[in-house]
């Protein structure tokens, strides 16, 4: 790891901060009801008036409003709710406000020199080890801004759909022209597999461009727009909230593309294994008490540590299961139809 970089280990902050912590902090706990495990009160987010509408689980360190914000979290959002903030700046709140230790939170081996990143969404460029890590924007991008992702006013045309890179990964041409996906040899993303993002009301608002094979070092695997935030959006949520069935939740637009091929549309894909406040709603707003989710993420360290916090927030309103591959490193792109169905 450069010696101008470090990482914030986002799990042990969430580990060494309570809930309770934080309330206090703003001279928020003494005004909070407690009912066994949980706590309960007016929302301080969006300064709501009703005793009812905020709750906090002590237990699982997770708090919820059930008025005006509709969204819920660990401490970490919590903090960068409170304070308009990047998940990242929050954490640094954290670890400044409690005097946590170094040692365990930053998880770099040079923390003298190191400077503190942001955590990662998109798991193909991270460190397969650790957990919610991203790296720092450029001063101009604002990823927790309130703005959506204005949409695209272009489109990009001629991609070359049948390049033995995506041959490889065993996507049909149907699927490939289903998502507009091919190789790209000019512009913006020339050079790379273009893959065209779309918000919840089917607009394009970027381009992803994939490096075919894996890139030389100091390069990206993906390249996205300036400014672009990822959090705001959930890959393929425009089709696969009017498919019926269990929603399937994985980390990678080819897990998405690959399930969407064997017949399970109802697949949404998180573009990185950590699942933001935003895309927590979208969810939300697009399930329900009755509605299945399966967390498909990868078999690896980030997956599987991802994989419960995710289960603990969207089990609050749906039913949410877990799936558990048999093999290290397996991916859902890497299933049978037959396994699929077996999942499910």
């Known amino acids: 790891m450069s010696k101008k970089s470090k990482l914030v280990d986002f799990r042990a902050v969430k580990e060494a901060v309570t809930m309770e912590n934080v309330l ?3 001279g928020l706990l003494e005004n909070m009801k407690r009912s066994g495990d949980n706590l309960s009160g007016s929302c301080p ?3 709501g008036t009703n005793p009812t509408q905020f709750r906090v689980s002590v237990s699982k360190n997770l708090w919820n409003c059930f008025s005006e914000c509709k969204r819920g979290g660990n401490v970490v959002d919590f903090i960068a709710r409170m304070e308009d903030v990047s998940p990242y700046a929050a954490a640094l709140n954290a670890i400044e406000w409690f005097k946590l230790d170094p040692e365990r939170v930053y998880s770099d081996s040079d923390r003298a020199a190191a400077r503190p990143q942001e955590p ?9 080890a650790k957990l919610d890590a991203m790296p720092a924007p450029p001063p101009e991008a604002k990823p927790d801004g309130n703005a959506p992702n204005a949409p695209l ?22 699927t490939l022209v289903d998502f507009g996906t091919g190789y790209c040899e000019k512009g913006m993303m020339a050079g790379r597999i273009a893959i065209p993002i779309h918000n919840v009301d089917g607009q394009a608002v970027a381009y992803a ?9 100091g390069i990206p695997k993906y390249k996205l727009p300036p400014g672009f935030r990822k959090s705001l959006e959930l890959f393929n949520l425009d089709r696969a909230k009017k498919e019926s069935g269990p929603l399937i939740i994985v980390e990678g637009f080819f897990d998405a593309m690959k ?11 998180l573009m990185g294994s950590s699942l933001s406040t935003a895309q927590e709603q979208l969810i939300h707003e697009h399930t329900d008490r009755r509605s299945q989710i399966l967390i498909m993420l990868d078999e690896d360290d980030a997956g599987r540590a991802a994989r419960n916090d995710i289960a603990a927030r969207l089990a609050h309103f749906a039913f949410v299961r877990i799936h558990v591959f048999e093999e290290e490193g397996q991916q859902p792109e890497h299933l049978t139809a037959a396994q699929v169905a077996d999942a499910l």
């Open 259 to 269: 399930l969407h091929q064997l017949g399970h549309r109802k697949v949404v894909a």
């Open 120 to 128: 990662r969404e998109s798991k193909e460029s991270a460190s397969p």
């Open 153 to 174: 006013k272009f489109r990009l045309d001629k991609l070359q759909r049948e390049h033995p890179y995506l041959i490889d990964r065993g996507l049909t041409l149907e």
């Open 45 to 47: 987010i969006h300064k």
């Open 209 to 217: 461009g994939r490096h075919v094979g894996d890139p030389p070092e």
């Open 24 to 26: 206090s902090h703003y």
